[in-house]
């Protein structure tokens, strides 16, 4: 079992930047994993938005690539996400999630954080 923790989440204007951080110790101990950032906004389905595997291979949702880049430290049981040229529909809940020993579909997200806000002002 893993428990991530968010971090990072904040107000920031349109064209701004932030990073979120997500601690999940113990995700790398075992031999396959797939490490998530999806994001939730009010009337809206969750959205998959990156995701990084233990081969590491990195997907990103359309709707942020060339703005947003999943990466991991490699010396500690932690996620980042970096996010750039923000615009108010990146507005959400931005949340952690993982999968131990499976591989990256958005419905096998086992372990989930309790989420990060992020509001962008135009």
């Known amino acids: 079992q893993v428990q991530p923790v968010e971090s990072g989440g904040g107000s920031v204007q349109t064209g701004g930047s932030l990073r979120l951080s997500c601690v999940a110790p113990g995700y790398k101990a075992v031999s396959r994993y797939c490490m998530g950032w999806f994001r939730r906004s009010p009337g809206k389905e969750r959205e998959m938005v990156a995701s990084?595997?233990?081969?590491?291979?990195?997907w990103h949702a359309n709707s942020v690539k060339g703005r947003f880049a999943i990466s991991e430290d490699n010396d500690k049981d932690a996620l980042y996400l970096q996010m750039s040229l923000l615009k108010p529909e990146d507005s959400a809940m931005y949340y952690c999630?993982?999968?131990?020993?499976?591989?990256?579909?958005?419905?096998?997200?086992?372990?989930w954080g309790q989420g990060t806000q992020v509001p962008v002002s135009a």
């Open positions: 999630a993982a999968v131990l020993l499976g591989f990256c579909v958005s419905s096998d997200f086992t372990y």
């Open positions: 990084l595997d233990s081969i590491g291979r990195r």
